[in-house]
């Protein structure tokens, strides 16, 4: 088998394991954990350091820096913790709202990624990465005291990126990467239609997938021998998912029809530097900055004319079923680390991150509880010969406390409102291991 089939190959079997389930775990729902040795620094170097093939998704130019053919595959296991605090909830009508407080909406999750580099001569480099670069999955008890905000969040996104990478001279290399993307959503509240008309608490459900497109660049500089600045992006990408929206268990008020609803994705921009202070120790920061503003709303349309509650309530093809304002603000994150170079088996790496959270006061809800985010991470790779290194990773991630005062329209008009009122408090733990082969 040729080195280019091998490594075919291990993109196939990574596309297959990707699609595990994911919890995000960056702020809003983009997921970092591309990278074990990334994750080892807190992602302060994912722009000029990385030398193994997960350097394809944070900065695809310094692939020229990655001899021969070389495979990876790795898994990073988050344990997030969540939990949210009744401050006076209502339900239509002003009445408090009977429910428990939901419990730890989250699951331990693994979440794989993999990648392949090929040299195919001294001036170019090709490759690809299979990611879950963002997602959500969290689900509370049916009747905790948010339900008519959410119950299930689900939420993942697919990303093959194939990518070429080339060496203009010794202190310049550039890149670019097709995003191919896979979307797909499930969204659930509890709906209650306006009291005047009697009708039962129901589920509401969004569902739908799409397939879109977007790209990646990266570039890479060594303007002196112990400086390496890297520049990389990553470009927006729109969804429209296609599939239904429905309402069951709310009597006369239940209806399924298709629909469709946007998701749009932010654009990344990081900007990075690294320094060998020796041939042993090297220091790595950079900052990224997240376009979150484009993510405002989640508006579903119908694809159908209906009718509800005895027709009362009629809704035309194009119609707006429901419009949840999220109203993201574009955030920066900003890392610091180093890495120590102990001997030809073991190199060693830690850092620290601050990372905003694009919700704010007005509209964060209980499908994102989220916060501002303070990483403290380690790590190492370890050498096990010439073709084969571990690469071992841990972070701890406290979430800064938040509240949620928000309301929600129930079913068809304005006339029935629920009031969400919360407190929030959490912290993440990651896992990382890594397995890299060079044919």
Do not use: C
């Not at 993109?11 to 389930?21: D, E, F, I, K, N």
């Not at 490759?127 to 879950?132: D, H, I, P, W």
């Not at 119908?302 to 419009?323: I, K, M, N, P, Y």
């Amino acid at each position: 088998m040729t080195l280019l089939k091998r490594t075919l190959l291990s993109t196939s079997m990574v596309s297959a394991l990707a699609l595990g389930a994911v919890n995000a775990n960056a702020a809003g729902f983009y997921i970092q954990e591309q990278s074990v040795s990334g994750l080892g620094s807190a992602f302060s170097g994912s722009t000029t350091t990385l030398t193994d093939p997960s350097t394809i998704y944070f900065n695809p130019a310094n692939m020229t820096r990655i001899n021969g053919a070389q495979a990876q595959f790795a898994t990073h296991l988050l344990v997030p913790n969540s939990e949210l605090t009744d401050k006076g909830s209502t339900a239509v009508g002003g009445a408090s709202i009977v429910g428990n407080n939901g419990g730890n909406p989250y699951d331990p999750t693994p979440v794989p990624n993999g990648f392949v580099s090929y040299q195919v001569n001294d001036s170019l480099w090709v490759g690809a990465g299979v990611t879950a670069p963002f997602g959500l999955e969290n689900e509370y008890d049916e009747n905790w005291f948010g339900r008519f905000d959410s119950v299930k969040t689900y939420l993942r996104v697919f990303d093959i990126q194939p990518t070429i990478a080339y060496k203009i001279n010794d202190m310049v290399s550039i890149a670019a990467g097709l995003n191919i993307q896979h979307a797909e959503a499930e969204l659930t509240n509890a709906s209650q239609a306006p009291a005047v008309f009697g009708q039962p608490e129901g589920v509401s459900t969004l569902e739908g997938d799409s397939v879109d497109y977007g790209y990646t660049l990266g570039l890479s500089v060594q303007p002196i021998e112990p400086l390496r600045l890297g520049v990389s992006y990553r470009s927006a990408i729109s969804h429209e998912l296609e599939g239904s929206i429905k309402t069951e268990g709310a009597g006369t008020a239940n209806f399924d029809v298709s629909g469709q609803a946007d998701l749009n994705l932010p654009d990344v921009l990081t900007v990075g530097a690294s320094y060998d202070i020796d041939e042993k120790w090297t220091v790595m920061g950079q900052a990224t900055h997240f376009g979150w503003d484009n993510f405002k709303d989640i508006t579903a349309t119908t694809d159908e004319t209906f009718s509800v509650l005895g027709g009362l309530v009629s809704r035309g093809a194009g119609a707006t079923v429901s419009s949840v304002r999220q109203g993201y603000e574009d955030t920066w994150a900003y890392a610091i680390g180093a890495e120590y170079k102990a001997s030809d088996l073991w190199t060693l790496r830690a850092g620290m991150q601050f990372d905003e959270t694009p919700t704010t006061d007005e509209f964060r809800t209980s499908r994102t509880p989220d916060g501002d985010r303070t990483w403290l991470s380690g790590g190492a790779t370890y050498n096990v010969n010439d073709s084969l290194a571990l690469d071992l990773a841990a972070t701890y991630i406290w979430i800064s406390d938040e509240d949620i005062d928000l309301k929600r329209n129930n079913a068809f008009s304005t006339l029935g409102q629920t009031d969400v009122k919360a407190s929030t408090e959490g912290n993440v733990g990651i896992f990382a291991l890594g397995v890299t082969y060079k044919f």
